[in-house]
């Protein structure tokens, strides 16, 4: 099976993606397509000796969206960048997933340009893995919409109890909606008609989710809309920030030994990864017709590493094809 | 100076209510008129020896709004809810502000309802102070309207910096609008045209600012519609609980020690309360003509008691008729 990696696309690249598909390559059953301007992905990979011996190609990719390009635009202008030539090998069926770490809105607009929708599927939706005090959750969309009707809130329902199926291995994933106050009567109008839309269909439904809850466990899948989802992610991302910071001021007040300090830091460390949305993967695009993940901008060797095995891991489940039945399920819910 | 505590309001109440105003009481140049069930205040009143000398007034009001009423409908049921009773002490001038930790639907109606909104505000808002990694900021609304349109957002952040400027003593409160991305061009329709107001008016407005900065500094006021504000600070809550228990299995594997796993817990319990929402003492509700500060409903004694110094502070300050020159300052914007 062989993944499509955007090597131009994060705040790290090509370095930190050419390190961690090298380092997929060597330990996963995966090939892995480096696509990026070609001197630039060689001259990453020529840190790693006996490279040409790994399964990794190198496809030539002149061009690049960078982080502050208007995605749509630079698309249009660029058919050579390296999150388009990718998501074409997908869409050709010579990946099997794609992998980028660069634009969102840019890798979501390629991969939806390239693979189209799953029939049923009026937006895609962006879907994160987050952490809570038991296993994790699936939280959607983290941001490929900004704006969203109730009939989206429940497709990205649907699509999110079939990634909470499969990647965290719940039979009938409990779905949350995203509102404040727990009654069906509180919330937007957004909220309140989403959540008679979800009440009526064939989910697990839990009702409505306040803030307080996304981590404590309560909910599998917490859908809301791509302004309110990438609000809480980078909310949460800042808060650690914060917490470690202010943190590390009172525990240095607390040890009068400095080993006491040093050995709190490093739980402190270890937890944070524990919460880092750079490590652990992707968010994976949900509602096309391909397997896409879309890494952090600020993805570690280790998030690459760990994207590419997610992307594999979906791609060999056939994954695509028990989202297309699902939403079937539901089409006659809300057309 | 009289304040008007509603005295059945909140989690712990009245205990928790009555036990932070007597403090209040003992040590702040403040009187207070606890507004409930006389055998119900009287009988938490009977925990403090001597509470008769106090400066505390029990002010009749046999009813009281519950946490899962609907608040328009409880507070037209029972005119003679603590609620009501308090907030038309207020509104009679026998008190400088009101203060409550019950239903926030509820306390923000009945403020409303007894003293009228502020001439050039359209919707009445809840600010809450936010620890930062500096000095603390400003989020407004955190949860008065959960649908806004973009000149309320305007009206937010000139109220925000009002309240910025008198208690965080910010000449020029630097104004953030809350988005996903900080180019304007980026967030919903919401805040890009809230970014087009905000742009033109005579506030220090340094431009979108993302979750992730909440918690950074970057901003003394920081805007947004009352579901995004309100999702947020209750995320923030969450995370910091889910935080303290994921941290706390990570320093129970550190430490070889006992004696240095309680110390980090008790470091956590000490940043806990300064990031603790239940601790600060509560959110100013901003546009109405009168003062009033609404608790959280877990407040404890320390909260109620904070919350009482916060409402004095700005009792004696004229906020009210600030906050009128500043709106007063943009109407021509908006209209």
Known sequence: MRIAVDAMGGDHAP?????????????????????????????????????????????????????????????????????????????????????????????????????????????????TAIPTRT????LLDSGANVECRPHHLLQFAVMGSAYARLALGVERPRVGLLSIGEEETKGNELTREAHRLLKAAPLNFIGNVEGREIYSGVADVIVCDGFTGNVVLKTSEGLVEAVESLLGDELRGTFSSQVGYLLSRRAFRRFRKRVDYSEFGGALLLGVAGLAVVGHGRSSVKAVRNAIAMAQRFASSDFIRRVEQDIGGVGTLTS
Chains 1, 2 share one sequence.
């Open 135 to 138: 296993r994790p959750a699936i």
């Open 15 to 127: 370095a930190a993606i050419v390190d961690g598909a090298v380092a997929a390559a060597r330990h996963l059953e995966v090939e892995i397509a480096l696509v990026g301007s070609t001197p630039a992905v060689e001259g990453a990979l020529a840190a790693h000796a006996g490279w040409r011996h790994l399964p990794v190609t190198v496809v030539e990719a002149p061009d690049v969206v960078g982080m502050s390009d208007s995605p749509a635009a630079a698309l249009r202008r660029k058919p050579k960048a390296s999150i388009r030539v990718a998501a074409d090998l997908v869409a050709r069926g010579e990946a099997a997933a794609l992998f980028s770490a660069g634009h969102t809105g840019a890798s979501v607009m390629a991969a939806y340009a390239a693979f189209g929708a799953i029939d049923g599927v009026d937006r895609p939706a962006l879907a």
